[in-house]
Every structure is written in structure tokens, then in C-alpha cells.
């Protein structure tokens, strides 16, 4: 299991254990560890990027309006890599607060046929505390 996006994963993990974050602080979490990516909730840009990132907090780690939780995050990351930008976006990461299993098993086919298609998919569990969770997909 690759674990290149960690450290991204662990600096939003600590920023929201702070307090909480809101989808612009992500962004910008995100940009200034990244550069241009495609970045999910919030407005993912006017083109396709190799990188996306979808983060979903809906418990005591958000903060602010426009959050997705992890329903809603999984189906606009199957809409991005299947939908906006098939053969564009080869890396996406995943980063929640909750995992919802029965809505990954409503996208497990089109996850699967992703992963088959060379997309790496990186997804990682954080929590109070700025804790960090690697899990498989």
C-alpha cells in the first residue's frame, strides 16, 4: 500500500484536531504542499489535474459550511475519475473522519475499474487528536 500523501494527510489531520478546518483552509493546505491539484469539496478548478484530492469531515473536525461527509465525498470522486477527467487524474486521495461502508460498497465496482484503469487511490482515516490511519482500498 503506497503511503506517498502521509504527510498531507497528517498536516490536515493536525490543522483540524486545532479547532477544526474549513474547505478553504483545506485548499490551502493542500495547494501549498502540492501545487495545482484538483481539490474536493470546494470548486476542483477549471481543468484536470494528475492529483485530486476529496476530504470529507462532518464531525467535530470541521468547521464552517460546504463540507461533504463520506457518502458525498465518494460519489464526487467517482464522478471526477470516471466523469470530469477519466485518463487525467492518475492519484487521488482520500482523507475522513468517518467511514461509511455500505456506501463504499455502492462504489466498490466503480472503484475496482479505477484502480484497473492505473488510477492510484490513497485513503487514510483521521480523527481528535491529529491521528492518522492508513487504510487499504
Given at each position: 500500500?503506497?503511503?506517498?500523501f502521509l504527510?498531507?494527510?497528517?498536516?490536515?489531520?493536525?490543522?483540524?484536531a486545532?479547532?477544526?478546518?474549513?474547505?478553504?483552509?483545506?485548499?490551502?493546505?493542500?495547494?501549498?504542499?502540492?501545487?495545482?491539484?484538483?481539490?474536493?469539496?470546494?470548486?476542483?478548478?477549471?481543468?484536470?489535474?494528475?492529483?485530486?484530492?476529496?476530504?470529507?469531515?462532518?464531525?467535530?473536525?470541521?468547521?464552517?459550511?460546504?463540507?461533504?461527509?463520506?457518502?458525498?465525498?465518494?460519489?464526487?470522486?467517482?464522478r471526477?475519475?470516471?466523469?470530469?477527467?477519466?485518463?487525467?487524474?492518475?492519484?487521488?486521495?482520500?482523507?475522513?473522519?468517518?467511514?461509511?461502508?455500505?456506501?463504499?460498497?455502492?462504489?466498490r465496482?466503480?472503484?475496482?475499474?479505477?484502480?484497473?484503469?492505473?488510477?492510484?487511490?490513497?485513503?487514510?482515516?483521521?480523527?481528535a487528536?491529529?491521528?492518522?490511519?492508513?487504510?487499504?482500498?
Amino acid at each position: 500500500m503506497s503511503m506517498e500523501f502521509l504527510t498531507l494527510a497528517q498536516r490536515i489531520a493536525e490543522a483540524a484536531a486545532d479547532g477544526g478546518l474549513t474547505v478553504q483552509q483545506i485548499r490551502e493546505i493542500a495547494r501549498s504542499q502540492l501545487g495545482e491539484i484538483n481539490c474536493y469539496p470546494g470548486v476542483p478548478g477549471d481543468r484536470c489535474h494528475q492529483l485530486a484530492l476529496f476530504v470529507a469531515l462532518h464531525g467535530q473536525l470541521r468547521k464552517g459550511k460546504g463540507h461533504e461527509n463520506c457518502a458525498q465525498i465518494l460519489e464526487e470522486m467517482i464522478r471526477h475519475l470516471q466523469g470530469r477527467c477519466p485518463g487525467t487524474t492518475r492519484h487521488a486521495v482520500l482523507i475522513l473522519d468517518a467511514w461509511w461502508h455500505d456506501h463504499y460498497e455502492k462504489w466498490r465496482a466503480n472503484i475496482e475499474t479505477i484502480k484497473h484503469d492505473g488510477v492510484r487511490i490513497e485513503v487514510y482515516l483521521i480523527g481528535a487528536g491529529g491521528w492518522v490511519a492508513p487504510l487499504p482500498m
